[in-house]
């Protein structure tokens, strides 16, 4: 399975960070992996004409009407962007998304024609109370409607989220290989499973030779061209 590295900026990145893109592509003309990166909405367009591939970081679950401050999945998709993050963990907390409104929102991407890569990740308190399991396991269920196709998993336990800390490779492996079994009977074994959480230069090649991780998620290292291009680098 082609691997996926893809970079999530979150809200940062403005015009004169096009620089880093520019500077990816020259370093990393062709990848062994698909690479993409989540702009901030207002730089997708920018970002297209780079070259490289985009996606949103959420969208509307409706194509359109009165959600200030919100953008839908064919707006995305007519801005050039082909993927969008859905249910990532810090728009589960700011904007208290649950797993059916991610559902929702996943069949939205699917109607536009997007690739949804959507997110799961247990807080510190499951995977202390030994819960890390059923968490992901409710939430992956939640997430995912009926009928659903083109998706990619992140798994992103919550608390490896910038923080500089993740998991043991044996506890990525075990979320990983539990994920491969919950899809199966819906997906066979085609879904990419990306991992993230402080993905970084000296950690991705360990992280991607695990069995059942098919790329990653990142968002710090995303932000720099060197530093993503070596985590590109890592993803043969
Ligand atoms: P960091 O790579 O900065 O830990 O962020 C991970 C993430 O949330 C990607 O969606």
């Not at 985009?54 to 953008?71: L, R, Y």
């Not at 085609?190 to 993905?199: E, K, W």
């Not at 998620?217 to 043969?236: C, E, M, N, P, Q």
């Amino acid at each position: 399975m082609r691997g996926l590295a893809a970079g999530n900026w979150k809200m940062n990145g403005t015009g004169a960070d096009l620089a880093e893109v520019e500077a990816l592509l020259a370093a990393h003309p062709s990848p062994a992996c698909d690479v993409l990166i989540c702009p901030p909405a207002t730089l997708l367009s920018r970002m297209v004409a780079t070259g490289i591939a985009v996606g949103g970081q959420d969208c509307h679950a409706n194509p359109s009407g009165a959600h200030t401050g919100d953008i839908s999945a064919q707006m995305l998709a007519e801005a050039g962007a082909t993927y969008v993050i859905l249910g990532h963990s810090e728009r589960r907390a700011d904007h208290h998304e649950t797993d059916a409104q991610v559902a929702e929102k996943v069949k939205a991407a699917q109607e536009a024609g997007l690739t949804a890569i959507v997110c799961v990740g247990e807080m510190e308190a499951d995977r202390d109370a030994g819960r890390t399991l059923d968490v992901i396991g409710a939430q992956i269920d939640g997430s995912l409607p009926d009928g659903a196709t083109d998706i990619v998993v992140a798994y992103e336990p919550v608390w490896a989220i910038g923080t500089g800390r993740t998991p043991t490779l044996e506890q990525i492996a075990e979320v990983h290989a539990f994920l491969r079994d919950r899809l199966a009977p819906r997906f066979g074994d085609q879904v990419r499973l990306l991992y993230g959480g402080s993905v970084k230069p000296a950690n991705a090649a360990e992280i991607f030779a695990l069995p059942n991780v098919n790329g990653a998620l990142v968002g710090g290292a995303s932000l720099k061209a060197s530093d993503f291009g070596a985590i590109i680098a890592a993803l043969t």
